[in-house]
């Protein structure tokens, strides 16, 4: 029997998509460069950070620059991203996810946010989901990337509960990883054939209630 005491949420693509904004950002960059970039080779960025996606972006325009210009560039794709975002409003949330915090809230479970991403705040603001997380753990917190576990654990720790009695919810399998790695449980959310290692997977925070999700987890040895 395994007792769930807190829930910790992967952002982009479980509670939010800001994938759209990121490829916008990246393409803007590539036309001022001289090149197109197409959603299909945005697919290559996905899971990856910021100067790797550049380094990317680079060799499909055939181009080489000197690091000093590769961190102007990055940092220009930043503020794009951050004007993007900065326009989001709550009718971005995913579907289910805020019924879903709000209902575990109720069971008195904790929630914490564990995201890579540097913006994560501002996110969260924007769609007026902040208030939900008992911890809020980003990028400007960690050093290592998934599947590294340490934004999970650092999660856990804020919420003072151990790792074994906590869920994260991904969507990617950098994510799931971590989540293993840090001795957690894991709940995938999208495509069962991307996030098989996940202990189930739903297509949504829609598809889950804080009693399914206790049920499943008390059913385990």
């Given at each position: 029997m395994t007792k769930v005491l807190a829930c910790i949420f992967d952002l982009?693509?479980?509670?939010?998509?800001?994938?759209k904004y990121h490829f916008q950002?990246?393409?803007?960059?590539?036309?001022?460069?001289?090149?197109d970039f197409t959603e299909k080779q945005n697919e290559r960025l996905k899971g990856v950070s910021r100067a790797r996606s550049l380094e990317?972006?680079?060799?499909?325009?055939?181009l080489s620059l000197n690091q000093e210009q590769k961190e102007q560039l990055a940092h220009r794709k930043n503020n794009w991203y951050v004007e993007l975002i900065n326009q989001m409003t709550p009718d971005e949330i995913l579907p289910g996810a805020k019924a879903f915090l709000q209902a575990l809230?109720?069971?008195?479970?904790?929630?914490?946010?564990?995201?890579?991403?540097?913006?994560?705040?501002?996110?969260?603001q924007h769609i007026a989901m902040d208030h939900f997380f008992?911890?809020?753990?980003?990028?400007?917190?960690?050093?290592?990337?998934?599947?590294d576990p340490e934004v999970f654990l650092k999660g856990a720790e804020a919420l003072q509960v151990a790792p074994p009695y906590c869920v994260v919810f991904?969507?990617?399998?950098?994510?799931?990883?971590?989540?293993?790695?840090?001795?957690?449980?894991?709940v995938?959310?999208?495509?069962?054939?991307?996030?098989?290692?996940?202990?189930?997977?739903?297509?949504?925070?829609?598809?889950?209630?804080p009693t399914a999700l206790l049920q499943f987890y008390a059913q385990r040895n």
């Open positions: 982009d693509g479980v509670i939010v998509d800001t994938a950002a990246w393409q803007r960059l590539a036309h001022e460069l001289g090149f990317i972006l680079l060799e499909i325009g055939n809230k109720e069971e008195d479970i904790k929630i914490a946010l564990g995201s890579a991403s540097k913006n994560a705040m501002t996110i969260l008992d911890a809020i753990i980003d990028g400007n917190k960690v050093s290592k990337a998934k599947p991904e969507d990617a399998q950098a994510g799931i990883e971590a989540a293993r790695n840090g001795h957690m449980h894991c995938g959310v999208g495509s069962p054939e991307h996030l098989h290692a996940a202990d189930f997977v739903i297509g949504s925070l829609q598809e889950i209630t």
